[in-house]
């Protein structure tokens, strides 16, 4: 996960995006070894559709 990622709403649809800048320096932190900041603990449940 990472955080404080900054992202943009469309004003017409409310769709979020990202600008190819912050994908670029998303694709250089996952290129490298980072630090663990924090862990998280998250649920996990089973979608069932009948």
Avoid: F, S, W
Avoid at 19 to 34: P, T, Y
């Amino acid at each position: 996960m990472i955080d404080d990622v900054p992202a943009e709403v469309c004003m017409e649809c409310g769709e979020r995006y990202y600008h190819a800048q912050v994908l670029d320096a998303i694709d250089r932190l996952l290129a490298q070894e980072n630090e663990i900041k924090a862990l998280l603990q998250v649920e996990v449940v089973t979608l069932q559709i009948a």
